[in-house]
């Protein structure tokens, strides 16, 4: 028999590592969604700290208004990718044997905490002292990932406000506030419920100032500078 001291160290040691592991899939996820796409293009296009112009997000809104359409756009996909990216490493994870390592009933939570982390990464960048975008963009290629439909229907409402308003932020807040609804309908476990919650209130506060503009009839529309 194998002594009882052993088999307690045996098993301490495997939930380490699996912990080790974890942290390792979360950490990443942050650093990916940590990435300053916008300052970044705005930096190497026209030289400025994207900042100190505009609203002061380094998104693909403040870009689009202070560099241009094809700066925007690029800031929009490359943000985008990182959200496929973060819930993308810990499916193909537990896809390439991590289920042999970790219990497969932590996978939709690690892709739920690791999602959260790359919105947070996004939005508090830690190589721009903590500051960022309003986490909209990464959290569309978030939930594409987690779901296509998922993703496809916050981005048709995104899209619907977007025509009829013109304003992007409320387009952003609207499309968040659907989340929640769609996640209901379309991946109803507590993992992503949670996700959904957390990620839709902290893209609604990061956007406090446009709604206040918003209410004041401020906001610009699109064509409008900031």
Not at 117 to 137: D, M, N, P, R, T
Request: proline share 3%; with cysteine.
């Amino acid at each position: 028999m194998i002594p009882d001291n052993i088999c307690q160290c045996s098993t301490g040691f495997v939930m380490t590592f699996s912990l080790l592991i974890s942290f390792g899939l979360i950490l990443f996820a942050y650093l990916l969604g940590s990435i300053p796409t916008g300052y970044l293009v705005a930096l190497v296009l026209k030289g400025i700290d994207i900042r100190e112009y505009g609203s002061g997000s380094t998104g693909a809104t403040n870009v689009l208004r202070t560099v241009g359409k094809g700066a925007a756009l690029t800031v929009l996909l490359i943000d985008m990718l990182k959200g496929i990216l973060a819930v993308a490493s810990v499916k193909l994870f537990f896809i390439y044997g991590g289920g042999e390592i970790l219990p497969i009933q932590w996978q939709d939570w690690l892709i739920a905490i690791a999602s959260l982390l790359a919105v947070l990464g996004h939005s508090k960048s830690i190589w721009l002292k903590f500051s960022g975008g309003k986490s909209a963009a990464i959290s569309l290629g978030i939930l594409l990932t987690m779901n296509p439909f998922l993703g496809l229907g916050t981005l048709g409402v995104f899209v619907i406000v977007l025509s009829i308003s013109k304003i992007v932020s409320l387009s952003s807040i609207s499309a968040a506030i659907a989340v929640n609804i769609l996640m209901w309908l379309l991946q109803p476990t507590a993992p992503y419920i949670v996700f959904a919650i957390i990620a839709a209130s902290y893209v609604i506060i990061r956007h406090r100032s446009n709604i206040d503009r918003i209410l004041s009839g401020k906001e610009p529309r699109i064509g409008q500078t900031a």
